[in-house]
């Protein structure tokens, strides 16, 4: 299935219906503020394990998530004072946040140093996602490991619509994926260079 949806207004009822897919267990492709994600609901196991075969990734290399904000956030990541003030003044954006997970989340989805990715893209389209949902949803680049992402959504639905449940067209997207930054222990460490710059940042 191949839905368009408006990346600056999205049409609720399309965004309905994409979330319909995540709570049967479904994997969708959708576009962020960087590239085009791959994601499932991340208390789903059966689409989290999908999306491993899918990226025919390490299943012990973690994936991170989305929250619709950084209050939600605070249910999956021990967000310290000295986190949260530097993530409140660069989220939305395209950064991704590895901290120390809680109890909360998924132990799929988390590394052996129990540590998780958290995201907040500045894109309507995964926020109302998000929110519709009523929590997380994992995210990792729309492509094979090891290969280029995918830029065109019709692209994306050509050649990996058969392992999709639903490919969110919000238009063509042209970036690199997030900037990874670690926050663990309060000590920011520039984990992969991305699109976010980093010029903010003492490494």
């Given amino acids: 299935m191949l839905l368009r949806i408006n990346p600056e207004n999205p049409q609720v009822r399309l ?9 049967q267990g479904g994997v ?11 994601g499932c609901d991340i208390f789903n196991r059966k689409g989290v394990k999908k999306i491993y075969q899918i990226k025919q990734r390490d299943p012990r290399k973690p994936f991170s998530f989305i929250c619709s904000d950084l209050s939600e956030a605070a249910n999956y990541a021990h967000i310290s004072n000295f986190a949260f003030k530097l993530m409140k003044r660069h ?20 590394t052996r140093q129990k540590t998780v990715g958290i995201r907040i893209p500045d894109h309507p389209i995964p926020l109302a996602i998000v929110r519709e949902l009523g929590h997380p949803l994992v995210t990792t680049s729309a492509n094979l490991s090891g290969n280029d992402t995918i ?53």
């Fill in 28 to 38: 969708i492709a959708y576009p962020t503020d960087t590239v085009y994600g791959i």
């Fill in 15 to 23: 965004i309905n219906r994409t979330v319909d897919v995540l709570r």
């Fill in 91 to 110: 989220l939305p954006g395209p950064y991704t946040f590895v901290l120390e997970a809680t109890r909360v989340v998924p132990d799929l989805l988390t």
């Fill in 151 to 203: 830029e065109d959504p019709d692209d994306i639905f050509d050649r990996m619509g058969r392992m999709l449940d639903c490919v969110v067209d919000g238009g063509i997207l042209s970036g690199e994926p997030s900037t990874v930054i670690s926050l663990v222990n309060d000590q920011p460490e520039l984990l992969r260079m991305g699109s976010g710059p980093v010029d903010w940042l003492e490494v």
